[in-house]
């Protein structure tokens, strides 16, 4: 996938696509072709400091750690942002969220993984 800019952390899609979080301040969506299908900027009119790592759930919400905001926000497929987390990330990193609804967020600051409980499904 050529013209990124500063590409960082990548993510697959549920659809078979992929999310690339770049240093220039974005986060763009890819389809299965490698063919751009939006950048989360655009779409959501959101400004990002410097995005870091990225993470699809279940529900195909991307899920995007902010290094310079020190928060975590959920992009859902309908709707608009959330911030799921706004204290206690001093530099969030990788992410990766369980089909449970656990999100696990690498602080590099802390070196630490920190655990958070974003969605409550019905059994």
Excluded: W
């Excluded at 959501?44 to 759930?57: E, T, W």
């Excluded at 020190?70 to 709707?79: D, I, K, Q, S």
């Amino acid at each position: 996938v050529p013209n990124l800019q500063g590409p960082r952390y990548v993510s697959p899609v549920p659809s078979g696509g992929f999310v690339v979080s770049e240093e220039c301040g974005d986060v763009k969506v890819f389809m299965s072709s490698c063919k751009l299908l939006c950048s989360l900027s655009s779409k959501y009119g959101h400004q990002f400091g410097n995005p870091a790592g990225v993470c699809v759930d279940t529900d195909g919400s991307i899920l995007v750690a902010d290094e310079q905001r020190r928060t975590v926000h959920l992009f859902p497929e309908h709707g608009a942002p959330v911030c799921l987390v706004s204290t206690g990330l001093r530099r969030p990193a990788g992410m990766a969220c369980s089909s449970s609804g656990h999100l696990f967020v690498a602080d590099t600051v802390e070196n630490c993984v920190k655990v958070f409980k974003y969605c409550v499904r019905p059994p």
